[in-house]
């Protein structure tokens, strides 16, 4: 169960505390403050509250006829406060090192990201780079650093490609990303993604022949003799990659009714 409420506010221009170079020069520009509330509760594993305040600026530019699309925010501010149950605890006891990814803490820190589209004929290609870093700044305050500051940086990249024919086509996917954890935690040190910024598999969405958050991590021993297989798996790292072939089955009462084979490769794993 999970309930959501957010507010945006969309500037049309960039704010700075500086004059931006050439500002006229981009396309759509915009400053965006949001502020989001959530809360999750995922059945007899935990609950967990959320607040999530940031600041951004979005943009767009051509290079050689090629539109990018821009992102960054700072900064990006989020508090998690955590309350597991007794499926959670017991794989703890069982995992030790997982006491690193479940629980309450910050995020501090920038966000930034690229995407773009191209396309010739009936090929599309999309590609997207992200990058988020916590605590790198306002992680030297050792104050915040003792009060649960997650200190990491995240980066996903992601390429699609596709084909498209009158009545079928093909797409493909590759996903890479990998986070590194360098914070401590009662004076040792971290290994861990924080629970809700860690990879994980499985779904309609991503490795479909796995439940959500079930496949992986790796050939992990220490999952795999849990015991406990219904817990939810995270990672460090993803790769993943998708082939689909789509097509036409027939239209019924004007209804068009489309189906594909696919196969998916991938997992997560830790460090």
């Not at 597991?84 to 930034?112: C, E, H, M, T, W």
Request: aromatic letters at 16%; a positive charge.
């Amino acid at each position: 169960l999970q309930t959501n409420l957010s507010h945006s506010i969309f500037f049309p221009r960039l704010i700075t505390p500086f004059r931006v170079k050439n500002e006229d020069s981009l396309t759509n520009p915009r400053t965006v403050f949001n502020i989001n509330g959530s809360y999750t509760i995922r059945r007899s594993i935990y609950s967990v509250s959320s607040l999530n305040t940031s600041w951004g600026y979005e943009w767009s530019t051509k290079i050689h006829n090629q539109q990018f699309n821009w992102l960054f925010t700072f900064p990006n501010i989020e508090y998690t406060a955590l309350n597991g149950k007794d499926s959670l605890n017991k794989l703890i006891q069982q995992i030790p090192s997982l006491r690193y990814a479940f629980n309450d803490g910050f995020v501090i820190g920038i966000i930034g990201g690229v995407n773009t589209v191209w396309s010739k004929r009936n090929r599309f290609n999309y590609l997207k780079v992200r990058i988020e870093e916590s605590g790198a700044l306002f992680g030297l305050i050792r104050k915040l650093e003792d009060n649960n500051l997650f200190r990491f940086i995240k980066t996903d990249i992601e390429y699609k490609y596709f084909i498209n024919y009158k009545k079928s086509g093909w797409a493909f996917r590759v996903f890479g990303g990998y986070g590194y954890v360098y914070g401590r935690k009662d004076g040792q040190p971290e290994s861990k993604l924080p629970f809700f910024k860690a990879y994980f598999a499985g779904g309609p969405y991503s490795m479909r022949a796995w439940q959500v958050r079930r496949l992986g991590p790796g050939s992990s021993i220490l999952y795999d003799t849990a015991g406990n297989r219904a817990n939810d798996r995270f990672g460090n790292m993803q790769l993943e990659g998708n082939v689909e072939y789509r097509f036409n089955l027939t239209t019924i009462a004007g209804i068009k009714l489309k189906s594909a084979v696919f196969l998916d490769i991938g997992n997560i794993w830790g460090v």
